[in-house]
């Protein structure tokens, strides 16, 4: 069973910094794809940022400019950097992997954004 362990959340005053790591258990060089979504407070889990095996990237309209994502294939580890906070940005984060048999995700970690 793949394990997707993710790190680095925590409270932060707006206008401050994250990053997010997410350690996955078996090599993701040959993904289909990364990426990461959140899911706050009475809403659905929505995609915050996806990192194709070519190396596209796609973002939500509402982080663009402030969150990237990357991937380090000798650590088997996806990153969300993750500036310019906002309030609104506050959610529980998740890691996705997607393989070319299925794909797993991680147990979340939450990112709370207050002054």
């Known amino acids: 069973q793949v394990q997707l362990v993710e790190s680095g959340g925590g409270l932060v005053q707006p206008g401050g910094s994250l990053r997010l790591s997410c350690v996955v258990s078996?090599?993701?060089?040959?993904?289909?794809?990364v990426g990461w979504y959140r899911q706050a407070p009475g809403k659905e889990r929505d995609l915050v940022a996806v990192?194709?095996?070519?190396?596209?990237?796609k973002y939500a309209d509402s982080v663009k400019g402030r969150f990237t994502i990357s991937r380090d294939n000798a650590k088997n580890t996806v990153y969300l950097q993750m500036n310019s906070l906002k309030p609104e940005d506050t959610a529980v984060y998740y890691c996705?992997?997607?393989?070319?048999?299925?794909?797993?995700w991680g147990q979340g970690t939450q990112v709370t954004v207050s002054s």
């Open positions: 996705n992997v997607v393989w070319s048999k299925g794909s797993n």
């Open positions: 078996r090599s993701i060089s040959t993904v289909y794809a």
């Open positions: 990192l194709t095996g070519i190396g596209s990237s």
